[in-house]
């Protein structure tokens, strides 16, 4: 299982948290998602065939991109 820290200076609140979440926990693979309006970070846990490079999109895709 792979593990990053993702930095997205874009969450403000835990309504912020909660929307991302629920989009990663969409991804086949995905297994844990963490995160903190406090630090503005996200912790995600993921397996094959989900992919940082997919998951990073996602965000994007939300309008929550990763710094």
């Known amino acids: 299982m ?3 820290t993702f930095s997205i200076p874009k969450i403000s609140c ?6 991302i979440t629920k989009e990663l926990k ?3 693979g995905v297994g844990k998602v963490e995160g903190n309006p406090q630090s503005k970070t996200v912790d995600v846990e ?5 992919t940082e ?6 965000l ?6 990763a710094a």
């Not at 994007?60 to 991109?65: A, D, T, V, Y």
């Open 14 to 19: 835990g309504h912020c948290v909660m929307t």
């Open 2 to 4: 792979e593990h990053k």
């Open 26 to 28: 969409e991804l086949k």
């Open 60 to 65: 994007n895709e939300i309008n929550f991109p």
């Open 46 to 50: 993921w397996d094959a065939p989900a």
């Open 53 to 58: 490079a997919r998951i990073r999109a996602t």
